[in-house]
């Protein structure tokens, strides 16, 4: 039963049967009364989860695409921007601000740690005169496995004034993130990670500052500009043809979202996040992110002596049939992550940590099954108050 799979990785990530139906029904005329209503109704779940009443437009494209338009649609060629780097995806960040002309200051923080808002808070009191137009931050760093304190670190560019632009595209939906509250510019996220959704589809919120920004702003942009989006999205269209199949699955899975409630999505995904620490601690391994910034969607695991992730996760993938992320970047010799995002329960947790002890056992580290197990359990029911 080699098609049965247990997909754990931080996206693609299980997309629900009601969705899957959703994606399979026939397409419509996207200039037409029905598109309309389906717009309207995706455009107020994105809203409650982007917790916002600035605009949100859906793109057809991956997150990066997301990131991208984020980028082009506030900045100029020149502008200086101050990139917060914990990983491969800030990394990126930081690469597509440079790749359309940007004055790119990078801070960069050793991978596995958070930014730390003290150092940001410094930087920016430095810049007396304003130079620096947006600051650009993951909120999870999905390749390390540690989420930022978004609310801090936005709070200290608010002070200064310049634009916050957010890559959330592993943490909404799996996290709080309060765009109105917290005072975020240009927030991106995309469909396949937290949303439970397949790949195709990208939001960015635009703040009433990020318009502003976009009438002067020069960077290249045709696919992306947001300007035509918005235009296209108050007459319920979109510019170009959009990916109807995920446009459907999107208006069933925010139903699912909201038949959740946000705040217990958010507990399920503490649960399932402390669930996979306290096992991965009651095996004996050592997790990759500063434990004061553990990422309740994802997990970076560092392979014990005498394996490989490599190793680790073929035997898992062909004895269980459980399917665990690589490294990124220069992790890729070091560590395995499981995701725990999205359409993921107790059960897949419990599965997927038997498989890892088991593995680890027949691969030689000596690992106490029961004890993982236990305390996944014991982390899996402590918490469990909070879901309805
Ligand atoms: C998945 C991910 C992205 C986007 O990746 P795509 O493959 O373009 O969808 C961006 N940032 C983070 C933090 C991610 O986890």
């Known amino acids: 039963m080699r098609e049965k799979q247990l997909l754990m990785i931080p996206g693609p990530t299980p997309v629900a049967q009601p969705v899957l139906r959703a994606c399979s029904k026939p397409m419509i005329n996207h200039r037409g009364p029905e598109f309309a209503e389906l717009q309207d109704e995706c455009n107020r779940g994105l809203a409650a989860a982007f917790k916002t009443t600035d605009d949100i437009l859906t793109l057809t494209c991956s997150g990066t695409g997301a990131m991208e338009a984020a980028v082009v649609n506030t900045l100029s060629p020149g502008d200086k921007v101050l990139c917060l780097v914990i990983g491969a995806f800030g990394d990126r960040f930081a690469q597509i601000a440079k790749t359309f002309g940007a004055q790119v200051e990078r801070m960069d923080f050793e991978w596995g740690q958070a930014v730390d808002e ?119 269209q979109t510019p170009w043809t959009p990916a109807l199949p995920q446009m459907y699955g999107l208006q069933e899975g925010l139903r699912l979202i909201e038949e959740e409630g946000l705040e217990n999505c958010f507990a399920r995904h503490r649960r399932l996040g402390s669930a996979v620490r306290a096992a991965c601690a009651a095996m004996g391994l050592k997790l990759f992110a500063d434990p004061a910034h553990a990422s309740n969607a994802v997990t970076a695991i560092l392979a014990p002596e005498g394996t490989t992730p490599k190793q680790i996760r073929s035997l898992l993938l062909d004895k269980y049939g459980v399917v665990l992320a690589e490294g990124q970047g220069k992790l890729k010799d070091t560590v395995f992550r499981i995701g725990h995002l999205g359409y993921v329960n107790e059960t897949d947790i419990m599965t997927t940590l038997a498989a890892l002890g088991a593995g680890l056992h027949q691969l030689g580290p000596k690992v106490d099954l029961g004890a993982a197990l236990d305390a996944a359990h014991r982390e899996l029911t402590a918490t469990s108050g909070a879901q309805t």
Request: without cysteine; positive net charge.
């Open 118 to 236: 003290r150092k940001l808070a410094a930087r920016l009191k430095q810049d007396s005169a304003r130079e620096i137009k947006a600051v650009l931050v993951t909120h999870n760093e999905t390749s390390t496995g540690v989420t930022n304190d978004l609310a801090a670190i936005a709070a200290v560019v608010r002070e200064h004034g310049a634009l916050i632009l957010v890559d959330a595209v592993s943490s909404l939906v799996a996290m709080d993130l309060r765009a109105d509250e917290w005072g975020l510019d240009v927030v991106a996220a995309a469909s396949q990670k937290a949303f439970m959704l397949p790949p195709g589809l990208a939001f960015v919120s635009m703040s009433a500052r990020a318009w502003d920004a976009n009438t002067t702003a020069k960077m290249h942009r045709y696919y992306f500009d947001l300007q035509k989006a918005k235009e296209f999205m108050d007459k319920k």
